[in-house]
């Protein structure tokens, strides 16, 4: 596996940041499909699920994610971790749904 520096430097800002943009949009249709499958209940996890699909909903904060994703490793790196927990909250739910 090569150093991530130099795994950087083969590949271009252009691709990149294009490679940032499609997981974004992947990650927004991802939030608006599950918004059909908004849970009910109380938790802290559940209102970050429920903000987040206001924010999918507000296209100037789309516009403004999407470009803090970006350009920002950290923030990305944020973003990231929230999508697998949302992931996973709605995996849960799902799987709940349909057992019981």
């Known amino acids: 596996m090569k150093p991530l ?5 083969e590949t271009s800002t252009d691709a990149r940041k ?7 949009d992947y990650m927004l249709r991802c939030f608006e499909e599950w918004e059909e499958l908004v849970p009910s ?3 802290r996890m559940l209102e970050v699920l429920k903000g987040s699909f206001a924010g999918a909903r ?7 994610l999407k470009i803090v ?4 490793s950290a923030l990305r790196v944020g973003g ?7 992931e996973k909250l709605v995996a849960r ?8």
């Open 69 to 72: 994703y970006m350009d920002y």
């Open 18 to 24: 294009l490679k940032y943009s499609e997981k974004f």
């Open 93 to 100: 739910r799902q799987r709940k749904a349909m057992s019981g």
């Open 41 to 43: 209940g109380d938790g």
């Open 58 to 64: 507000n296209e100037k904060i789309v516009k403004a």
């Open 80 to 86: 990231d971790l929230v999508f697998k927990l949302m």
């Open 5 to 9: 520096e130099a795994a950087k430097r």
